[in-house]
Nanobody
Framework: QLQLVESGGGLVQPGGSLRLSCAAS????????IGWFRQAPGKEREGVSC????????NYADSVKGRFTISRDNAKNTVYLQMNSLKPEDTAIYYC??????????????????WGQGTQVTVSS
């Protein structure tokens, strides 16, 4: 069964950091671009960041530029999202998705049809 599993979420104070992981099961990530998306309560899912299959290209939503960093370790079949200087508005369930690079260029979640369980990130004092 092919699936992506998100982990690393939790409760953190404003200004804190978390590192999310997106691990592949049943397939290798080497050939896929990976993106992170999030959905806050009462809001639509939105794109956060993406990385090409080689790791040579990345893209970020304006709201997280300079604070979040996406990276990948293909040997570990895992993609990471390092989140620094977290704000309460970053509170959401975070999901990852795999696909071809063009699917991620606009960070549009409607380009993807299925989602995993996600990992909850709560930023609160």
């Amino acid at each position: 069964q092919l699936q992506l599993v998100e982990s690393g979420g939790g409760l953190v104070q404003p200004g804190g950091s978390l590192r999310l992981s997106c691990a592949a099961s049943g397939f290798t990530l080497d050939d896929y671009a990976i993106g992170w998306f999030r959905q806050a309560p009462g809001k639509e899912r939105e794109g956060v960041s993406c990385i090409s299959s080689s790791g040579g290209s990345t893209n970020y939503a304006d709201s997280v530029k300079g604070r979040f960093t996406i990276s990948r370790d293909n040997a570990k079949n895992t993609v990471y999202l390092q989140m620094n200087s977290l704000k309460p508005e970053d509170t959401a369930i975070y999901y990852c998705a795999a696909g071809l690079w063009p699917q991620f260029l606009k960070l549009d979640p409607s380009n993807f049809g299925s989602w995993g369980q996600g990992t909850q990130v709560t930023v609160s004092s």
